[in-house]
């Protein structure tokens, strides 16, 4: 996973995993930021793990490249500051309304970005 400040120049972050059983990747993703003191409004790419990669929307060149890690399923939202006078104020929340999930795309998007989606990923989440 890594933190990319605008398109390019990726800075390596730690391994992240939900701390809580039912913390979703996204709410990881919100504390990571948190934890790295960015700025608000923030793009999170996250995987898409409860995505059905056999389903019948998916064709067999697509199944291959999930399963051999060329492809991955996203979700892609914005990750929003939460403002006082609330006790966790200045600390990030997934903003689930502007999550567009399961986009199919490049392997290695995962991560923070400030200032742009990736470009392979622009298409699938117009609100952004």
Do not use: C
């Not at 490249?65 to 991955?72: K, S, V």
């Not at 903003?95 to 990736?118: K, R, V």
């Amino acid at each position: 996973m890594a933190v990319r400040h605008g398109r390019s120049s990726p800075t390596t972050a730690t391994a992240y995993a939900p701390q809580h059983p039912d913390q979703s990747r996204a709410e990881a993703m919100a504390d990571l930021a948190h934890r790295r003191s960015m700025r608000s409004p923030v793009l999170a790419v996250v995987a898409d793990e409860r995505f059905n990669r056999y389903g019948p929307d998916v064709t067999g060149e697509q199944r291959d490249a999930l399963l051999d890690g060329t492809l991955e399923v996203y979700g892609v939202g914005i990750l929003r500051v939460i403002a006082a006078p609330h006790p966790r104020r200045g600390q990030f929340y997934a903003d689930t309304a502007t999550f567009t999930w399961s986009p199919i795309a490049p392997s290695s998007l995962e991560g923070i970005y400030t200032s742009a989606a990736p470009k392979s990923l622009a298409a699938y989440a117009p609100q952004l």
